[in-house]
């Protein structure tokens, strides 16, 4: 917890450096202030197969999906919102979509285990 998963179509590898993108976009995460740096996680996953309303597969799009626990207040998820939007519009704001979600997860059903 948290985690960070930025999803991309993988025609924006061919005109974004994805994995400076991802570790500046972690460092908006850590330096944020509301996580334990050791907690957070980020990663990418390139996507082959997807469709965007009737243009089909011809929208490149960026997407992050931010999990964190429940426990934040609105505004301190807007502001990590709007961070981690500023930083896919400077690096990649030739990209036609630019999408964050940050979702809240369950305390009572989130299970972690470190070895």
Same mark, same amino acid.
């Given at each position: 917890?948290?985690?960070?998963?930025?999803?991309?179509?993988?025609?924006?590898?061919?005109?974004?450096?994805?994995? @400076? %993108?991802?570790?500046?976009?972690?460092?908006? +995460? %850590?330096? &944020?202030?509301?996580? !334990? +740096?050791? &907690?957070?996680? &980020?990663?990418? $996953?390139?996507?082959?197969?997807? %469709?965007?309303?009737?243009?089909?597969?011809?929208? !490149?799009?960026?997407? =992050?999906?931010?999990?964190?626990?429940?426990?934040?207040?609105?505004? *301190?998820?807007?502001?990590?919102?709007?961070? $981690? =939007?500023?930083?896919?519009? *400077?690096? +990649? @704001?030739?990209?036609? &979509? $630019?999408?964050?979600? =940050?979702?809240?997860?369950?305390?009572?059903?989130? *299970?972690?285990?470190?070895?």
């Amino acid at each position: 917890m948290p985690n960070l998963v930025m999803e991309y179509s993988n025609s924006v590898d061919e005109r974004v450096n994805v994995q @400076g %993108l991802l570790e500046d976009l972690h460092e908006v +995460a %850590l330096h &944020s202030g509301l996580f !334990d +740096a050791p &907690s957070v996680k &980020s990663r990418a $996953l390139r996507c082959h197969h997807w %469709l965007v309303g009737e243009e089909g597969d011809s929208v !490149d799009f960026i997407h =992050i999906s931010f999990e964190l626990l429940d426990g934040r207040t609105d505004e *301190q998820k807007r502001e990590l919102s709007r961070e $981690l =939007i500023k930083v896919l519009e *400077q690096q +990649a @704001g030739h990209v036609r &979509s $630019l999408t964050v979600n =940050i979702r809240d997860m369950d305390r009572a059903c989130f *299970q972690k285990v470190l070895n």
